[in-house]
């Protein structure tokens, strides 16, 4: 049996909608409605979506930062984080101070490497940071020592340090993300999709990249992408999400080879084969526009685009269960 990292349990955020002139309260956004799942140390899970879905948020509620980027954010749920010795702590209700020793523990990768990066800081700087905050006792020059190591660990030229990150591309400035991301030795990093921003050819190098340093440190990802070939490459199991619900979370082959929900089954179908003789593929096109999170449809978020859909669809929200393939999917016409 692996041992659970982190545990999240019916996580929903909510962000309020001001309007007026006096911007008083008019609404919020139910931007993640009750997601549940789990993450095992040493693997990788992928979460897909449209945008729009929710995946960011789940990303940034998991390190609780959303509270101090978006005031008046209001979050529920659980998310515990699982330590060596089976200490079980809530990350979601802590305060800035008593958060402050778990950010060693868990890392994020953003996902545009243009403004992750502080300009006015060196790369030497950038990586030194998190090393100087959670490890003070360290002398400057094992800090020193230990950017050169990072660097060379993600592919860059220890000479690079004293550079600033206006002078590199963007493939190398995302290799400077992950880099400080795994300056703390972190159990746990949540990429916000890190290849989106970059050509084909770089997008191969950094997942090849992570997936050395994972077998290398043995840590945990949370792979959030829309790119569903570059989740099966990477990922150990897949969690499909729409409109802040998951509607399906199985092992790669599973959701990837024999989707079971409607919405997976159609996001799947838009994935390009690179294939000219492949004739006549069969897609799935859903009907009507994605409806806005502000005014969510009652019971399933896709009933109003689903080609099975039934009445008893608008009275509740489906439930995950697991159906023949072993795949959980919520949605009990599937």
């Known amino acids: 049996m692996s041992e659970p990292l982190l545990e999240v349990k019916n996580l929903r955020v909510r962000f309020p909608v ?19 799942f789990t993450i095992e140390r040493g693997e990788t899970l992928g979460l897909v979506g449209e945008s729009g879905c ?11 930062i959303l509270k101090h980027v978006a005031p008046g954010v209001e979050l529920d749920g659980e998310v515990v984080y699982v330590d060596k010795d089976g200490k079980r702590t809530d990350l979601l209700h802590l305060s800035k101070r008593d958060m402050i020793p778990f950010r060693s523990k868990i890392q994020m990768i953003f996902q545009d490497p243009y403004s992750s990066l502080n300009a006015r800081l060196s790369v030497k700087q950038i ?3 998190p090393l100087e905050i959670h490890n003070p ?7 020193d020592d230990k950017v050169m190591w990072l660097l060379e660990r993600v592919g860059l030229q220890p000479e690079y340090a004293g550079r600033y990150p206006h002078e590199f591309s963007g493939g190398q400035r995302q290799r400077i993300g992950i ?11 949540i990429c916000d999709e890190p290849v989106s921003a970059l050509d084909v050819s770089v997008q191969a190098q950094v997942i090849n990249l992570m997936e050395d340093l994972q077998k290398e440190f043995g840590m945990s990802y949370l792979f959030i992408a829309h790119d569903l070939s570059v989740v099966y490459h990477i990922s150990k199991r897949i969690a499909v999400m729409y409109l802040g619900n998951l ?6 082959n599973q959701v990837y080879f024999d989707p079971v929900h409607p919405y997976s089954r159609a996001l799947l179908s838009s994935v390009p084969v690179p294939d000219p003789t492949r004739k006549n593929v069969k897609r799935v096109v859903l009907q009507g526009d994605i409806p806005t999170p502000l005014n969510k449809p009652s019971g399933c978020g896709f009933r109003t685009r689903c080609p099975v859909a039934q009445v008893e669809c608008a009275a509740n929200v489906p439930q995950l ?11 009990p016409y599937a």
């Open 18 to 36: 001001h309007g007026g002139i006096l911007q008083r309260k008019v609404g919020s956004v139910n931007a993640v409605d009750g997601v549940s």
């Open 54 to 64: 929710g995946k960011t948020t789940v990303g940034r509620a998991l390190i609780n």
């Open 127 to 129: 990586i030194a940071e």
């Open 137 to 143: 006792e360290m002398s400057k020059k094992e800090v």
């Open 179 to 189: 880099a400080r991301a795994l300056a703390t030795n972190p159990d746990l990093i």
């Open 247 to 252: 509607v399906e979370l199985g092992t790669a």
């Open 321 to 331: 269960l697991a159906k023949d393939n072993g795949a959980l999917v919520a949605c």
